[in-house]
């Protein structure tokens, strides 16, 4: 059993498809076994995004979420951590593979409706970050 951190972005929160994208994690055998609506601060989003620190994007990446409202979950399963990836779909979009959230939903790569934890490390990191206390 695994867990891993979920968001559903501002962009999927928006289109009120927030429903629709959970069916998916729970049609494919994950539970959710947190849930919050939050609106993330610009130092939340800097820890969990912190790999990124230093890519071109990344200021442009915060101000995307940064203060908007999201979906944080922590998502269990039998290798929860790959099995979301694999739902979720490739980073941008338009090379997402049919059938994906990201295929179905998203826009670009920075309106790209869901992210997971892309290792073991980070979603025990992310959870941290998402959940604490
Ligand atoms: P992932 O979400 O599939 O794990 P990462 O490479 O970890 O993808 O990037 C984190 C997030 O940063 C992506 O979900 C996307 O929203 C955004 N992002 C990644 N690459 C770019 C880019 O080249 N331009 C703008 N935003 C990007
Ligand atoms: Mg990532």
Redesign the pocket.
Known sequence: MERTLVLLKPDAVKKSIIGKIISIYEDNGLVVEKLKMISPTRKLLRDH?E??KDKP?FE??LSSLDGKELIAMVIRGDQAISAVRRL?GA?DPSKAEDGTIRKLYGTS??H?AV??S?DHEAAEREIKIWFAG
């Open positions: 995004y790999e990124h994007f442009e990446l979720n980073t790569i920075r790209n992210h997971g892309s």
